[in-house]
């Protein structure tokens, strides 16, 4: 600690970068031409900044980094070939693109591609970006309103006389959209000259309005960046259009890093960096960058290198580094499968020396996993790559290290060390504390009882970060530091060998051997130590001529299940002595040229069989403690062995932990040390008394001290309450400080997160220690457990908190559980599956026991949130993937991909679901698959969210049909065959939750005047043991709209607000059926009654009738067409004229969601005109009709009903014929019809001087056209997709650009995206851009224009 007045001679900067307690430092001062020259480092992470400090150079001046690759293909860019004119062609994006001169393109080939810069940028640059982009924008947009309020204040002070002029508003403003408000708006509007200012001042209000709704629904989607690739004749090039300009005219063409170093600047003022990479022969562009600040800050720890400030190198200054991004930008930089397994094939493929992942999950199993067992036999075992990995931050509970590094064979697992110059250097801490392990590190053993730590590193630094983070040096701590500092210290050993061994082989289990070996004892569990680098290298060269240095050691304990350690953590297994057998296997190391298709000569097989046939191994072995028992001596040839071992823990303490080891030494060289060891742990757990509390006692704490205690939770408990008390009486001058309170069982094949709970509990408030007599604090703190499973109870006191503290821990447990019959359970036992009822019954009945304690506030209720629904695949294919990045490393087989489309449909905007593939989600490292992955897309194809193996809850903004696309990725076609139907869960969150009724008898379900005193039960407190029924009223459940029959309601059922709740699901019944309504006798008619042959007859010239008025729509023949349409209407009544001459309308305007000016509407001039004649009689012919629909609304008799049904049908005719009307006459006010039509659509007829809508329509047809509109808005609702198209027109031909554009913009935001209404959309769309440019409103039309590829990309986007 510093002097009061007096500062510190020196910054201590050695603790910047802890390399002194590691030895590391001494060691490349002590051999500086070992400092990881010659060492390749794979870092598998969210990949390596290349403007970084420390990154550029190794110590010998070599290029730090010999490339960046993107594992996950969140950078691809998917190309197409295109045609260049004269040094320009068409973008991706649609903007045409310039390009340089000097460019070298000898085949003139040129592909094409965009991306979105928000998919290649990690969340915090994208939001600067974003930010800047959006502040642009809405400055530009709030510009244009002020320009219309501008306009519209002028007009109001017209109105008043005070300006004479309505053109003289342009000279309000400089600003070039405000003239051209004033230009638009001040133009004649079409009408009497009386109602120009009523009609000038309501299109400047609806501008306004416009303007309001676009600034409220604007939302940066990112700009979309044309990407140009070609080939120099030497290697692929590409040039990113990274301005949006279109201009790359002087822009350069990069190359693949690896060939060329090219490093290009993405976004320039947030200093972010990308490189390239080609795939595919040029078909993939692969954007390189980093998806967060992860990766550098390892990378800077394993091997910076800063030749000015060489106090701030890394671990291994002298080694390259290979960048491998396995954490994807579409998933939050979460690692996936295709990231994993791109990665260890590159590893390979680089031949890269050591291998460092920072990364890792919780697995519900140890050491299994397609992926862990390929690094584990291939990258290390085969290829010799030292791979290191981080054990994990989930501690300090027991069991707690992640996948792959705390669980797996082949890795070296590194725990977290804080030592003194950390806390000098990093914490600013004014009072040290000891040496320890980071509270927060994961601890071993495994559940199936290995060590789960091999060694532990420094775990935290202050080194390199990414350029855009503003920050040259930064602190950050956890495993994932701890890891790369060992992966460092493993370079400057592979270093050291490679140089000072020549050829001679080099194992990544010689290297373990030595690290795990010489670590430094620190007290921790099952020996794992402090690494020291020299004392490794020593051991290297000591036992450089040890043969069984080569190899690793696979143990097998048979017991219930499969373990690689002894492990016994429940009662039972504690309770009397135990045996077991354990097999001992050595695995020898291979090599590539040792497989059979290498190996032409065999020699190389000779070699390694020759090396298996000379080991052995003449061991003797010696249990750490009295209460296991092994036997003295173990030979051990190449195919191993097998022993016996004694376990007899019945004497040992309950509620501690403990632990030994059964160590196995080489009887000719004792000294050596341990050759293996395999771990006993034993967590005897201490029993519960008839009152379900148990006192685990005054617990005495002082910095960095951890005490657990362990507890046999009673079968039928559910919940456990930790109380914890503290006095300040005995410890006044005390500071604060935060505890680590960590509880946790383990369940197998179960992530241990399921029954887990760690809380920071600060204790010793402000007032607590400011003294004045006692004070009392109490925590309680609340977890579910799990009947019959030891329950750890961990306190800790964090590592950097100063002060003794006592604390008093008590544990309290309680349980209301199904009871055998009435639920799917033995009483007392652990409810796993949850409960289900079906609705299609009308009571359901659980029966309920408190198998612990008596329960008091039983108050049962039934709470249901979520729809869940079954969806099956509506396609499925299979395809082998690209043999360049996607093989199996084993083989050497492309891999295959399974694609799954399913149709979603949401009902209700901002909607919340989840969705689940039991069968290969929630799973990463221990997945059969190589990767689980699905995206969502909307009915444009727009890409919406992606997910991995771990699916959390998703918001889906806009209701409609979605396609969600799930892809299984495999080595087996087979295998994946038999998925192509597997079905996927929905759970979608409801509008308002479902409460069922709950009641302890079944009368009371039905009727409320039973009596109720009379019940068996009545709540409020059950007795311990006592079994009580609870009845649930299912026929009574109020169904939602978002469920169908057979979906399920999912929730929670909750008995006591002291138990835990369990999952409910309701089995939705199927509908019930309506009674149809009954209906009044027709009054008896008078007429003659219709004889059979007659009725035949007529109903079937009715049919004949019926089937040639619909080839009046059908027919492409016109000549066809008009002779049906007349003799149709020669013998018809007006019933009958009106569906002929509705038929013959629909023909003449069949496309009718597209603009009826638009070439796809076909309509011409003479066929507009046309068009308005026949609707005008079918408008005479159903109007009258059709007012009559009201007076049946409520039909009874047939003959009632039968009307009404003329009438509804006589209003839609009505409708559909207005709406053609409309349309004919908008296409002759906008002046419609190209000379493409007249090519295309039979009846055209010039237009005189009508080739754009600024040609005057004549006012006698806009007055019909407005006539024609105010009637269909009468019969139809406005916001009807076809009555918009219809009738938003006629305020363009008033010139009220605005007006129109009101309910087109009104449509689109609330109508749902389904492929139903895809052609309408396009339409309102085209609408849409039109008007903005009919308004000149540049930078909306700029801004649409951009987005559009992305809102509608013309394929979906590859996962």
């Not at 823990?649 to 030994?660: M, N, P, V, Y």
Request: some cysteine; hydrophobic content about 40%.
């Amino acid at each position: 600690m510093a002097n009061k007045t007096t500062p510190r001679q020196e910054f201590p900067t050695h603790g910047l970068m802890p390399r002194g307690e590691t030895q590391a430092a001494e060691f490349v001062r002590k051999y500086p031409q070992y400092d990881g020259r010659g060492v390749v480092a794979a870092v598998l992470d969210t990949g390596i900044d290349p403007g970084a400090k420390g990154l550029q150079v190794t110590s010998e001046g070599k290029r730090k980094v010999v490339d960046y690759i993107d594992c996950t293909g969140s950078g691809d860019v998917e190309l197409s070939d295109v045609c260049a004119e004269e040094l320009t062609l068409k973008g991706a994006s649609g903007r045409t693109l310039r390009l340089n001169a000097e460019w070298k393109n000898p085949t003139g080939e040129w592909r094409v591609g965009a991306k979105r810069l928000s998919r290649l940028l990690p969340g915090e640059v994208w939001m600067s970006v974003s930010a800047e982009r959006s502040q642009r924008f809405r400055k530009n947009a709030q510009q244009l309103t002020d320009a219309v309020l501008a306009k519209k204040g002028a007009v109001q002070d017209k109105d008043q006389g005070k300006l004479s002029e309505v053109s003289k508003v342009s000279e309000v403003s400089k600003v070039s959209e405000v003239s051209k408000v004033s230009e638009i708006s001040a133009k004649s509007i079409k009408t009497k000259d009386s109602d120009t200012s009523k009609n000038l001042t309501e299109e400047l209000d609806a501008q306004v309005d416009v303007l309001k709704t676009l600034n409220g629904a604007y939302a940066d989607l990112g700009p979309l960046l044309d990407c140009v690739v070609f080939h120099d004749g030497e290697q692929w090039r590409a040039a990113i259009d990274v301005d949006e300009s279109g201009d790359l005219s002087a822009a350069a063409a990069l190359g693949a890093y690896k060939h060329t170093s090219d490093v290009g600047e993405l976004c320039k003022r947030q200093l972010f960096y990308y490189t390239l990479n080609f795939y595919d022969e040029g078909r993939t562009l692969s954007i390189v960058t980093c998806a967060g600040s992860h990766s550098t800050h390892v990378a800077g720890i394993l091997a910076a290198h800063h030749p000015e400030e060489p106090q701030n190198d890394g671990v291994a200054p002298g080694a390259q580094l290979l960048s491998l991004m396995i954490g994807d930008h579409r998933v939050g930089s979460m690692e996936t499968g295709v990231g994993l397994t791109r990665a260890v094939n590159a590893i390979v493929e680089y031949g890269a020396d050591v291998a460092n992942m920072s990364y890792g999950e919780p697995s519900s199993s140890p050491n299994v996993g397609q992926w862990v067992q390929t690094v584990a036999q291939e990258v290390v075992r085969r290829h010799g790559c030292v791979f290191v990995s981080s054990a994990g931050n989930e501690g300090p509970a027991l069991s707690s290290t992640g996948s792959p590094g705390g669980t797996s064979d082949g890795f070296i697992g590194v725990g977290a060390h804080v030592g003194y110059d950390q806390m000098l250097a990093e914490y600013a801490m004014y009072e040290t504390v000891g040496d320890t392990v980071f509270t927060w590190s994961s601890r071993g053993p495994t559940p199936d009882g290995d060590r789960g730590v091999d060694v532990y590193a420094p775990g935290s630094a202050i080194t390199s970060f990414p350029a855009y983070c503003k920050e040259r040096l930064c602190l950050r701590n956890g495993t994932s530091m701890s890891s790369p500092n060992l992966c460092g210290v493993a370079a400057l050993l592979v270093s050291a060998w490679k140089q000072e061994m020549g050829g001679a082989s080099l194992s990544p289990y010689r290297v373990k051997n030595a690290i795990v070996s010489t670590a430094k004892p620190i007290g921790e569990l099952h020996g794992a130590g402090m690494v020291q680098t020299d004392s490794a290298w020593q051991f290297l060269k000591r036992y450089a001529a040890r043969a069984a240095e080569q190899v690793s050691w696979r143990t097998h304990v048979d017991d219930s299940r499969r373990a690689r350690g002894i492990y016994l953590r429940n009662a039972e297994e504690s309770a009397h002595a135990r045996f077991f057998n354990v097999s001992v296997v050595p695995v020898f190391p291979t090599s590539e040229k040792a497989r059979l298709e290498h190996d032409s000569d065999g020699e190389s097989g000779r070699l390694e069989s020759q090396t298996q046939f000379d080991f052995e191994q003449r061991l003797l072995l010696v249990a750490t403690e009295s209460w296991v028992s092994v036997p003295d001596a173990l030979y051990v040839a190449s195919q191993g062995n097998k022993f016996a071992a004694r376990v007899d823990a019945t004497k040992l303490q309950a509620g501690r932990l403990h632990t030994a080891s059964i160590d196995a030494y080489d009887s000719t060289d004792v000294d050596r040390g341990p050759v293996f060891s395999i771990p006993v742990t034993v967590t005897k757990p201490l029993h519960v008394d008839a009152s379900a509390c148990v006192d685990l006692g005054t617990l005495q704490f002082r910095p960095t001290e951890i005490v657990r205690r362990f507890v046999a939770v009673p079968p039928g408990a559910t919940r456990a309450h930790i109380v914890l008390r503290a006095s300040n009486a005995a410890a006044l001058e005390s500071s604060p400080a935060l505890f680590y309170l960590h509880c946790m069982q383990l369940e197998p094949a179960t992530r241990f997160r399921k029954f887990f709970m760690r809380e920071r509990v600060s204790i010793g408030h402000k007032s607590y220690g400011a003294g004045g007599g006692s004070a009392e604090q109490k925590e309680t703190k609340t977890m579910d457990v799990i009947g019959g499973a030891t329950l750890e109870v961990c306190l800790a006191q964090f590592w950097n908190q100063l002060g003794a503290h006592d604390i008093d821990v008590r544990v309290e447990f309680n349980g209301i559980v199904p009871a055998n019959g009435g639920g799917a359970l033995a009483e007392g036992g652990p409810l796993r599956a949850g409960i289900t009822v079906h609705g299609s019954n009308a009571v359901a009945r659980l029966d309920f026991i408190a198998p612990v304690r008596p329960e008091y506030d039983v108050s049962p209720s039934i709470v249901l949130t979520k729809a869940r629904k079954t969806l099956r695949p509506h396609e499925a294919v299979i395809s082998p993937l690209g043999a360049e990045r996607d093989t199996h490393l084993a083989t050497g087989s492309a891999l295959y991909k399974l694609e799954l489309d399913y149709r979603l449909e949401t009902t209700r905007e901002e909607t919340q679901l989840c969705l689940h593939m039991p069968a290969v989600d929630t799973q990463i490292y221990e997945n059969w698959a190589d990767n689980f992955a699905l995206a969502i897309f909307d009915a444009n194809k727009r890409y919406l969210i992606s997910q991995i193996s771990y699916t959390s809850p998703l918001l889906i903004k806009q209701c409609g049909e979605s396609l969600v696309r799930v892809q299984i990725r495999h080595r087996s076609a087979k295998d994946l065959e038999a998925l192509k139907d597997i079905p996927l869960l929905v759970d979608v969150v409801l509008k308002s939750s479902i409460r069922l009724t709950t009641k302890f008898d079944m009368a009371s379900i039905f009727t409320s005047t039973v009596n109720s005193s009379a019940a068996v039960y009545r709540g409020g407190f059950i007795a311990k043991g006592s079994r009580i029924p609870l009845f649930i009223d299912t026929i009574g459940a109020a169904v939602p709209s978002e469920a169908a029959p057979g979906d399920v309601l999912v929730g929670k059922l909750t008995m006591s607000r002291h138990t835990a709740n369990f999952d409910f699901e309701y089995v939705v019944p199927a509908k019930s059926i309506k009674k149809p309504e009954e209906s009044t006798p027709a009054a008896p008619k008078t007429d003659k009654p219709e004889s059979k042959e007659e009725q035949d007859q007529r109903e079937m010239n009715e049919a004949l009738r019926r089937v040639r008025v619909d080839w009046v729509k059908k027919s492409r023949d016109d000549g066809v067409r008009t002779r049906l349409v007349t003799d149709l209407l020669a013998n018809s009544n007006d019933e009958q004229r009106a569906e002929v001459l509705a038929a013959q309308l629909s023909a003449l305007d069949a496309t009718s969601s597209a603009l009826p000016w638009s070439e796809a509407a076909c309509l011409t001039a003479a066929s507009a005109r046309r068009a308005v004649g026949i609707a005008d009689s079918v408008i005479e012919l159903t109007r009258t009709q059709a007012l009559t629909a009201r007076l049946y609304e409520k039909a009874q008799t047939d003959d009632e009903k039968t009307l009404k049904k003329q009438a509804e049908l006589a209003r839609t005719q009505l409708i559909a014929a207005l709406t053609t009307k409309c349309r004919a006459l908008a296409a002759l006010t906008h002046g419609s019809v190209s000379a493409t039509a007249s090519e295309t659509c039979a009846d055209y007829v010039e237009v005189d001087g009508s080739d754009n809508d600024e040609t005057d329509a004549s006012e006698q047809t806009v007055q019909e056209y407005e006539r024609a509109a105010a009637e269909l808005r009468q019969w139809a609702a406005a916001d009807d997709v076809s009555v918009v198209i219809a009738t938003a027109p006629l305020h363009m031909a008033r010139h009220q650009y605005a007006r129109a554009l009101q309910p087109v913009l009104a449509w689109l935001a609330k109508a749902p995206m389904k492929p139903a209404n895809a052609a309408e959309r396009r339409s309102m769309v085209e609408l849409r851009n039109q008007l903005l440019a009919k308004l000149q409103w540049t930078i909306w039309s700029a801004h649409f224009r951009a987005i559009a590829p992305i809102e509608s990309p013309a394929t979906y986007e590859r996962l």
